[in-house]
């Protein structure tokens, strides 16, 4: 979409005021000045009208708190996907902005918004996701150290970036990555000599799993948590 139509869409000025608004100099993509109307707006873009972030009317942006054995996909033929728990009108058109296993718990972002979680799962950006992680054996200092560090996973060349870990009790961490690769965590700890008994993501970003949700349910992110993907 050209830059003009998406400022028309996204606010209430016409394309004739938004492209003179975007020669004024007041339309930034991505953080740069951007002047010129027919600048295509892609998947991951980020626009903003004198600081204001501009989403296209109509997007939707949900977190929910993903039971056990549900699955983050938009369909599966052996598992209820996290969709089915949502009332069917407000299901179309959703996708999730990253995915947990079948059996992790947790903080799960549903947007209809592509260009809003592109920024949240693109490589590129290091969006940091911390996950409570329970272990089937105490954590010894050293491999704390090594987590923190990087370590190789099975069948994977490049060792995972710096990590930052808290730990909360003998069998109990916090882990924080900035990547999404396959199984990441349970592969991060089992390159450590542990091995992950229980999995439950409490943060992406800034966006904080509301601790009033029970297992399941859902609720719109506000203005805040959605202008906090940058
Ligand atoms: N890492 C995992 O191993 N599983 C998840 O669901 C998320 C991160």
């Known amino acids: ?21 975007i020669s004024g100099g007041r339309v930034h993509v991505d953080g740069e000045p951007c002047k010129s109307a027919n600048t295509k707006i892609q998947a991951g873009n980020r626009v903003t009208l004198d600081g204001e972030v501009c989403t296209l009317p109509g997007e939707r942006y949900l977190m929910m708190n993903k039971p056990m054995g549900v699955v983050s996909a938009t369909r599966d033929s052996d598992h209820p996907t996290a969709l ?6 407000m299901a179309r058109n959703l996708h999730f902005a990253g995915r947990l296993d079948a059996d992790t718990t947790g903080l799960i972002l549903l947007t209809t918004d592509g260009q809003w979680s592109h920024r949240i799962t693109s490589p590129r950006v290091n969006c940091p996701k911390t996950y409570r992680v329970t272990l089937s054996d105490p954590m010894a200092e050293p491999a704390v150290r090594e987590l923190e560090r990087g370590v190789l996973l099975r069948n994977d060349p490049t060792p995972t ?70």
């Not at 606010?11 to 004739?16: D, I, P, V």
């Not at 542990?194 to 009033?212: C, F, M, P, W, Y």
Request: aromatic share 4%; charged share 30%; net charge positive.
């Open 1 to 21: 979409m050209r830059l003009d139509q998406f400022i028309a869409t996204s606010t209430e000025l016409s394309r004739k005021d938004a492209k003179r608004t």
């Open 161 to 230: 970036k710096p990590a930052q870990v808290r730990v909360l009790g003998d069998r109990l961490i916090e882990l924080t990555i900035s990547e999404g690769r396959y199984h990441q965590v349970k592969r991060m700890l089992a390159a450590v000599g542990n091995h992950v008994e229980a999995l439950h993501r409490q943060r992406i970003g800034k966006i904080i799993l509301d601790s009033t949700l029970e297992t399941g349910d859902y609720r719109e992110l506000t203005r805040d948590e959605i202008e906090s993907v940058t």
């Open 84 to 89: 089915d728990l949502l009332p069917p009108a």
